[in-house]
């Protein structure tokens, strides 16, 4: 996530010299060129996926929040009408149905990782079956996942995230069955953390299915949430983190509640297969892709969306956006604006597109076939997600914002190389993707303007690092280290500073043979700082120590 916002526009204003001088590219001047890269492939028409039938089932009525660390007893929960159907062996999962999502070339690398022994055959498989209200003020849902353990040691538990209680609170479960039988859940850290117990040891390597049902008011005004990222405004739907996520084991379970001026998210890669009941009017978006949609005949309209590996899921949605679209290669670039942001909604597109094609050449080849950019009432500048950025919507029809309008988007669409397909830990290490997105943006900024105005960029991160009167506070804290100013002054300002004084130290041809390295070895794995740095002193052939204690590490 970016949290620009009103900072944005001082921080980058240093850039509006060289947009007045005359080098924004117009609309028409900005034609993709395709992008061949040695793992691009011509495109290819994908085989229709079967339209999903328009079942419906009946809306649960959830139970009240248990209050914190109390157990839900089954008799608590909604009893189930029938043991829900298992989900297919992990062997035996439909890869043709989450590779829809990817370009074929990646579909060719990745596919064989997931089958078998492979190194992502053993993804957590989220299937969601959610329901909108009429009026855009519930949503009800049920969860399916299989989740396999990947560590060394058994597990007694799983841990989900309830991000809505975070925030907002309202989210509440219940049918909660491990393999078909109920359990006694337990709502934990001010019920923002579900844990569902096992009735045995799920010893490494072997997989289990936990199903529960969901509700949750969704917000309708932007005081509420992460930078309103979960709510219904001005009609437009975010329904980011809007289901129950699995929490990451590492070396123990990551309970952490996220910090309020950052990021949430500290997830694994997964597989989705999601079901969204909602009015037909509304028009779609999401991460992965959409793979059919069936009209219910009471006013109502049922998608189908799926794609993996991906870092989160989300849907964004409202029944006025107008959409425009652009290919790259074989990618196709699609902008969601609402018809009054028409001329900022191409804007979005055009940067969008450029930034997709300067990021492939210079660190590798995007994995999806779609990149969505769309219009919300986020609070924030922007937030990433899989394939999908939303920018905020008061940027679209501001002619004073122009800068930071661009800066927003571009910066969400370097997130999809350094969050999502390299993921880190987002709470306690955000300068791994924060820092390095911001510096990302230098890349974008010669190709479409030049020198100067990666000069300007340069100035608009002291800018805003001098916001703390140029503290040497280090960039590698948590995010919690940071009061809200100096969050955005340190690991939005002084980080990418850091990632130029390291291309400064080791050269601008090293620079970039760390990056390529850092992204090809990388991929959808959660990368710790000390992975970052072995690999940069590996390319430099030296060590870093001077730099790593002036830049990261607390003193």
């Given at each position: 996530m970016s949290?620009?916002?009103?900072?944005?526009?001082?921080?980058?204003?240093?850039?509006?010299?060289?947009?007045?001088?005359?080098?924004?590219?117009?609309?028409?001047?900005?034609?993709?060129?395709?992008?061949?890269?040695?793992?691009d492939a011509p495109t290819s028409t994908p085989t229709p996926w079967p339209t999903p039938s328009p079942t419906r089932t009946a809306t649960p009525t959830l139970t009240r929040t248990t209050p914190a660390s109390a157990s839900l007893?089954?008799?608590?929960?909604?009893?189930?009408?029938?043991?829900?159907?298992?989900?297919?062996?992990?062997?035996?999962?439909?890869?043709?149905l989450y590779q829809l999502a990817l370009r074929p070339a990646i579909a060719q690398q990745l596919v064989p990782q997931m089958q078998g022994e492979g190194s992502?055959?053993?993804?957590?498989?989220?299937s969601l079956t959610m329901t909108l209200s009429a009026d855009f003020k519930w949503l009800d849902g049920r969860a399916r996942v299989i989740y396999t353990n990947t560590e060394t040691e058994p597990l007694d538990c799983i841990y989900f995230h309830l991000f809505p209680n975070v925030w907002n609170g309202g989210m509440t479960v219940g049918n909660v069955s491990v393999n078909g039988r109920p359990v006694a859940a337990t709502l934990e850290a001010d019920d923002?953390?579900?844990?569902?117990?096992?009735?045995?040891?799920?010893?490494?390597g072997q997989w289990v299915q936990a199903a529960l049902d969901f509700r949750v008011p969704i917000p309708s005004n932007t005081d509420v949430g992460n930078y309103a990222d979960f709510a219904y405004v001005n009609g437009i739907l975010a329904l980011?983190?809007?289901?129950?996520?699995?929490?990451?084991?590492?070396?123990?379970?990551?309970?952490e509640t996220p910090a309020l001026q950052g990021d949430v998210l500290h997830h694994d890669v997964s597989l989705y297969d999601v079901s969204l009941t909602a009015p037909r009017k509304a028009v779609v978006a999401a991460t992965g892709a959409t793979i059919g949609r069936v009209e219910n005949g009471d006013g109502t309209a049922t998608w189908r969306l799926a794609g993996g590996p991906l870092r989160d899921f989300n849907i964004v949605a409202s029944a006025r956006y107008k959409v425009s679209s652009r290919q790259v290669g074989d990618i196709t670039v699609n902008s969601y604006y609402l018809p009054e942001d028409t001329v900022g909604g191409q804007k979005a597109l055009e940067w969008a597109a450029l930034a997709l094609q300067t990021y492939q050449s210079e660190f590798g080849a995007y994995p999806y076939r779609e990149l969505d950019v769309a219009a919300t009432e986020t609070t924030a500048g922007g937030i990433e997600y899989p394939g999908?950025?939303?920018?905020?919507?008061?940027?679209?029809?501001?002619?004073?914002?122009?800068t930071a309008f661009?800066?927003?988007?571009?910066?969400?669409?370097?997130?999809?190389?350094?969050?999502?397909?390299?993921?880190n830990d987002q709470i306690n290490s955000p300068w791994l993707d924060e820092a390095l997105t911001q510096y990302s943006t230098s890349f974008y900024y010669r190709k479409a303007y030049g020198p100067e105005?990666?000069?300007?960029?340069?100035?608009?991160?002291?800018?805003?690092?001098?916001?703390?009167?140029?503290?040497?506070?280090?960039?590698?804290?948590?995010?919690?280290?940071?009061?809200?100013?100096?969050?955005?002054?340190?690991?939005?300002g002084r980080g990418p500073l850091f990632f130029m004084a390291l291309r400064d130290r080791i050269g601008a041809d090293r620079m970039t043979t760390l990056l390529r390295r850092y992204y090809a070895e990388y991929a959808w794995r959660i990368v710790a700082p000390a992975d970052f740095r072995r690999l940069a002193e590996e390319v430099a052939g030296e060590k870093l120590d001077d730099l790593w204690a002036r830049w990261i590490e607390p003193q």
């Open positions: 949290p620009h916002r009103l900072a944005l526009r001082r921080v980058m204003v240093v850039l509006i010299t060289c947009l007045v001088a005359g080098c924004i590219v117009p609309n028409s001047s900005l034609v993709p060129v395709p992008i061949l890269l040695p793992t007893s089954p008799t608590a929960m909604l009893t189930p009408t029938a043991v829900p159907t298992p989900l297919p062996e992990p062997a035996a999962v439909n890869w043709e992502l055959s053993r993804l957590t498989q989220y923002d953390l579900l844990r569902v117990p096992l009735d045995r040891p799920l010893l490494p980011a983190h809007a289901y129950p996520t699995v929490v990451v084991y590492d070396g123990g379970w990551r309970l999908l950025i939303v920018v905020a919507r008061r940027l679209y029809s501001d002619p004073n914002n122009v661009e800066g927003v988007t571009i910066h969400e669409v370097a997130h999809q190389w350094w969050y999502n397909v390299v993921g105005a990666v000069a300007n960029l340069l100035d608009s991160f002291r800018a805003r690092w001098s916001r703390t009167n140029y503290q040497e506070k280090p960039i590698g804290l948590p995010v919690s280290a940071y009061p809200d100013h100096e969050y955005s002054a340190i690991v939005y």
